[in-house]
């Protein structure tokens, strides 16, 4: 779709960064340190996160997108645009002794093919220092949906994919 073109609040484009991460960034529980943003998109959450003391790096698959983030429109919010970083990249080559405190899943594990879920699982323990925090936000919650993306997910798919590999479920 990015090659097609997307424009600002088309599509799963938000325009806006995440306003759930919004909140959890003024109720201080994001850590500070470094945050990883797979399928970051035009980059919202990339600025919303970077900050000092928080390098917030976004990953995105498709060339157009990180072009895009030059001209994300809520850039100018950045606190600290030294530290909003993004590189093209598939989320599965990353190497795992590159470590983050924070990742935000939002909407990215239901684009992908359910196939590799076990796979994001595994790459998302990896990725995340001891006693760091993954935040997902999941999209669609629905009891019946054919094919994709985004694929159907639900509270129970999450845990059944990282209780296995050491996450604790977070009130």
């Not at 325009?15 to 399928?39: F, N, Q, Y």
């Not at 790459?123 to 925090?133: D, E, N, Q, T, Y």
């Amino acid at each position: 779709m990015w090659n097609q073109g997307i424009s600002v609040g088309q599509a799963f484009d938000t325009g806006t960064p995440s306003p759930a991460l919004i909140r959890e960034l003024k109720d201080g529980r994001v850590p500070l340190g470094r945050a990883l943003i797979p399928g970051c998109g035009r980059g919202y959450d990339v600025y919303a996160l970077a900050a000092p003391g928080r390098e917030a790096f976004g990953y995105e698959l498709a060339e157009d997108a990180v072009k895009a983030t030059a001209d994300c429109p809520t850039k100018g919010d950045c606190l600290a645009m030294e530290n909003a970083k993004f590189r093209k990249g598939n989320f599965f080559d990353l190497d795992e002794l590159d470590k983050f405190d924070f990742i935000y899943d939002y909407t990215f594990l239901c684009a992908l093919d359910p196939s590799v879920r076990v796979d994001w699982a595994r790459k998302m323990s990896a990725l995340l220092v001891p006693g760091g925090i993954l935040m997902t936000l999941i999209f669609p919650i629905i009891d019946v949906k054919e094919g994709g993306p985004p694929f159907k997910v639900s509270l129970q798919l999450l845990e059944d994919l990282l209780v296995p590999q050491g996450f604790k479920k977070l009130e």
